[in-house]
């Protein structure tokens, strides 16, 4: 069960990243910094209330872990951001139901309040080739993102990504770490990314959790930066 320090260590985490990109104001800061106000503010998200500081909301999420268990984590959207028309993103996986449903629960959770909607390839699959129909896909998408896990024997996923940097379209790369081994010269290595892939917006995970915070964290600024939204 979250208890209420849980909580308060989770804001705190929040207002330290918001503080390094100068997204909170000294007052702000101050204000968090006072035990009563901080122990209300996450007392209000304890039960079940949003709370807003700034720009921004607060709220728990039920966040799915690899396993599909859920586990409350403070999450928070950035108000002030606007998207002047409708954003769509593709989103390429390894079909598998741990992967499919976990994955898919998390991404609303973080793309939903930016009114951003998910397109994925095996959505409304029209006949024809495929490949053809994910190409198209991504082209069409503001901006893409990639998943990696349990794909060592079903590389399409790194095709796909492949196809996104050919077309310089943006993209966030979920790289999970924990990966099958492979047997070279009689001894098991880890399966490695390769490192023209380790760009700006690649995010290694071994835990939903700590992936779905930073993805949320990095999420505001990647939609300014590429004009997607203001």
Request: glycine residues 6%; proline residues 5%; hydrophobic residues 40%.
């Amino acid at each position: 069960m979250l208890r209420l320090l849980d909580v308060r260590e989770q804001v705190e985490a929040w207002i330290d990243h918001l503080n390094q990109y100068n997204d909170i104001t000294e007052r702000d800061l101050r204000r968090l910094r006072e035990g009563v106000y901080a122990r209300g503010f996450a007392r209000s998200l304890l039960g079940g209330n949003r709370a807003r500081l700034g720009g921004h909301e607060f709220w728990l999420a039920d966040l799915r872990e690899l396993n599909g268990h859920e586990f409350p984590t403070v999450m928070a959207v950035d108000k002030r951001i606007r998207c002047a028309r409708k954003v769509r993103v593709f989103v390429g996986h390894r079909f598998t139901p741990a992967v499919t449903r976990n994955l898919r629960h998390n991404l609303q959770i973080v793309l939903r309040p930016y009114g951003i909607s998910p397109i994925y390839s095996d959505s409304d699959m029209p006949n024809g080739p495929v490949f053809e129909t994910i190409l198209e896909r991504i082209r069409a998408a503001d901006f893409s993102i990639f998943d990696d896990r349990e794909t060592e024997v079903r590389p399409n996923v790194l095709i796909e990504l492949g196809a996104a940097i050919g077309m310089r379209k943006p993209y966030f790369y979920f790289n999970y770490g924990n990966k099958r081994t492979v047997k070279i010269n009689n001894r098991h290595e880890p399966i490695t990314t390769a490192s023209d892939l380790a760009g700006m917006l690649y995010l290694p995970y071994t835990s939903y959790r700590g992936l779905f915070v930073e993805f949320a964290r990095r999420l505001p600024g990647f939609l300014v930066d590429r004009s997607i939204a203001q």
